[in-house]
């Protein structure tokens, strides 16, 4: 059975860091990339960074450059977001998501992936 799922939320002061997991089932290792989102209250979900599953592209927002990585471990169907230097406007539910299938559209348009983890949460106080 398909499935995502997250871990490493928390709650943390501004300037702090957390490291999110998110962990897949084989199918979903079989496609094309693995993406990190996040929705605050009240707002839209959001592409905060993608990762190719078959080589080192990445793509970030612009709001999170240099201080989010991505990363995979394919041997261990996993994708990590190591969130460094973190801000109050972080604070969300942060979503992994695979896009098993497409081949056009934004790498952080969520629309374009196909499975969703259930979220874990990350709270940044100032």
């Known amino acids: 059975q398909v499935h995502l799922v997250e871990s490493g939320g928390g709650s943390v002061q501004a300037g702090g860091s957390l490291r999110l997991s998110c962990a897949g089932s084989?199918?979903?290792?079989?496609?094309?990339?693995m993406g990190w989102f996040r929705q605050a209250p009240g707002k839209e979900r959001e592409g905060v960074a993608a990762?190719?599953?078959?080589?080192?592209?990445?793509d970030y927002a612009d709001s999170v450059k240099g201080r989010f990585t991505i990363s995979r471990d394919n041997a261990a169907n996993t994708v990590y977001l190591q969130m460094n230097s973190l801000k109050p406007e972080a604070t969300a539910m942060y979503f992994c998501?695979?896009?098993?299938?497409?081949?056009?559209?934004?790498?952080?348009?969520?629309?374009?992936?196909?499975?969703w983890g259930q979220g874990t949460q990350v709270t940044v106080s100032s």
């Open positions: 998501a695979a896009d098993v299938d497409s081949y056009s559209g934004p790498w952080l348009w969520p629309g374009r992936y196909d499975y």
């Open positions: 084989r199918e979903i290792w079989s496609g094309r990339l």
């Open positions: 990762t190719a599953i078959l080589n080192d592209n990445t």
